[in-house]
DNA sequence: AATTCCTTTGAAAAGCTTTTCGTGCACATT
DNA sequence: AATGTGCACGAAAAGCTTTTCAAAGGAATT
């Protein structure tokens, strides 16, 4: 059995308010006893039960992180991030994996409210009705983080995914490139989805290669889909020298068909990928990408969310990091292909 | 403020141990009052506090899980099966990612400790003297994960990493490679470094390739080490026509290297990772590589956690799971090198 | 009709800590 | 010497739930 703050007390000679004083409030005990007890403290190897002082203090210092696939390596960056602002502000988290199922996200979601969590974090997806009604309803301070809503009034740190993909798009137009394709998320998917298409879409326009707008495939989440993608793409349209794709994982998928199909990247095919995961620069070659800001993206949910837990002031309620153009290999001048 | 027993037992009329009945012992209360009483529940969106129920139960079930680098995609299969078997047994967990720092570790150990978590699942890292005792003291379950320590009896699941280098090089010599080298993760790691390079040695003695047992460079965690070691492995050792490296993360940068340098794999260079991270069928060419069956890994773990906390009867205190000799296309039989 | 037994319920304790309140004592002040 | 001030400390309540114990009431048995 682990020792209570009653043994000490009892090893100590003193009430267990002795001992509750010497830990919170040291100096309000006077020397002779204060040694004792923590003597005590040291030998019973007694260390307070968090249940208990929860109880008290009605919170845990514990964050909820909902993320939709623990295997995706954009969210090992998110956590990180989060982890560390955490520990600089006296969190720590608990991490669940919905695998983007419904039924596992309310169960998750129950149980944070059972376990009093002080906050929760919640990545990636979009915000559903009967989700913000369960959030209401526990009343529990919540950020989106990679994602927001704009129906509800919920705080959240993400990138312009729009202007995101706008620049991607326009740097591969700025290489000479007039046939250029995509490889997206459902649009139905109202963030890393819709919005990168438009602005796909808007930096085609601006530039005159409306043609080019419906060249898309979409895919899941998976390097396979993407693989399968860029096979229709090409094969609908055999023109295209360029291709952005809303995903790294997808962009390595694209670079494993290329390669099988013996074109090559980038002299034949420019491939610009989205997020910057660690691998993207181990690729072969080394993939041209959008930079998400993970790591601070984490970070700053985690201070966004301290702030409303804290019931301190806080910046805007919608918050967007800049994003940032990373060049590297898998992207070069618009050549003819075959 | 959220709703307590208290106020639910009021607006039903009853007491508060009649609410408690209904939620555990639905049938020692009388219809009508237990209706009466879900009805409140449910107006007041009543759930119970998992602090209190933790302070009684002298349990929270939830359980800790130590982890060096999450951004190491080996271990979210690790996770995932973790996850899963948790879910299944009724636990969350908490996860705690140390960076490989002594300093985070024991902080995060203090803090599980406080949270009562009911176990505590430990990967990858050697069981350092100081580290037993703090677990020894704080008197939690623990199973170690990818780990194990012959030094202290803990239990643990694991493949035999040794057995696996050891199939791994027997099957590049299999393909009729001479020269074989390694790259490897520093020999004082006493898991994935000094096992793995005895496997490497023993199936280089059997088959008679003493002269190669030398040829090793070391890494840290990263692709870029793993870049450099094999420039300085091919430096010091032109003749190698076969790598083997200790991990996916280890063959990235080999592969990378290769490429840069115009080599070809796996007509000229063959190169087998370790681990069979998700990534790995999408490199360039494909990765063969010893499979870990992590998330069985993780689920088993788990599982092997639960018995301990239930004082149920476990299987050996050292468990070693199988592993796999996957090949794809990063490695192919043996041909002079230009 | 009296006794026994069972069912249903509420009061209270327990689990562990923090904090408020009040007491007792030492010292200072007049 | 008597009153006042302040410090150190213990008792007890509070935080929320489960569970034990006892009581009350009704039904069943003799």
Redesign the interface.
């Known amino acids: 059995m ?1 020792s209570t703050i009653r043994d000490v007390a009892v090893m100590a000679g003193v009430s267990i308010s002795t001992v509750s004083r010497v830990m919170n409030a040291p100096n309000s005990v006077v020397k002779h006893k204060r040694e004792k007890v923590l003597e005590a403290i040291k030998a019973l ?1 007694y ?9 008290i203090y009605k919170k ?1 210092n ?1 964050l909820g992180v909902i993320i939709p696939d ?4 954009y969210y ?2 998110v ?2 991030g989060m ?1 560390d602002a955490s ?1 600089a502000l006296g969190y ?6 919905t695998d983007r199922d419904e039924k ?1 996200l309310f ?2 979601m ?2 944070l ?4 969590v002080d906050g929760i974090l919640y990545t990636s997806d979009v915000v559903y009705p009967d989700f913000y009604e369960e959030i209401e ?3 529990i301070p919540l950020v989106l983080v990679a994602t927001h809503s704009l129906e509800y009034e919920l705080p959240s740190v993400k990138i312009n995914d729009e202007a995101a993909a706008y620049d991607a798009v326009k740097y591969l137009i700025s290489l000479g490139h007039t046939s250029i394709g995509m490889i997206s998320f459902e649009l139905t998917d109202e963030i890393a989805g819709l919005p990168r298409y438009e602005g796909f879409q808007r930096a085609l326009r601006e530039y005159e290669l409306e043609a080019c707008v419906q060249q898309v495939a979409f895919a899941k989440h998976w ?1 396979d889909d993407a693989y399968y993608a860029a096979e229709r793409l090409l094969q609908q349209y055999p023109d295209i020298t360029a291709i952005f794709t809303t995903s790294d994982e997808f962009a ?2 694209v ?2 068909y290329m ?1 099988e199909k013996g074109i090559r990247v980038p002299e034949q095919m420019s491939v610009i990928g989205f997020d910057n995961i ?2 993207a ?6 993939l041209s990408t959008i930079a998400q800001p993970v790591y601070n993206m984490g970070y700053r949910a985690v201070e966004k969310l301290n702030a409303l837990i804290k019931g301190e002031p806080d910046s805007t309620l919608r918050e967007y990091l800049p994003h940032e153009l990373i060049v590297r290999s898998s992207t070069g001048p618009q050549a003819a292909r075959s």
Chains 1, 2 share one sequence.
């Not at 409210?113 to 009093?116: D, G, T």
């Not at 620069?281 to 080394?286: D, H, L, R, V």
């Open positions: 682990k190897q260390k307070p039960n968090g249940l208990a002082r929860g109880l845990t514990t623990i295997q995706n390596p090992a960056g956590i990180r982890e520990k720590s988290i608990m991490i669940c994996n596992r169960s998750y129950q149980n409210n059972e376990k009093r309803a526990y009343r390097h390595m998928g670079l494993s390669h660690r691998m620069q181990f690729t072969i070659p080394k």
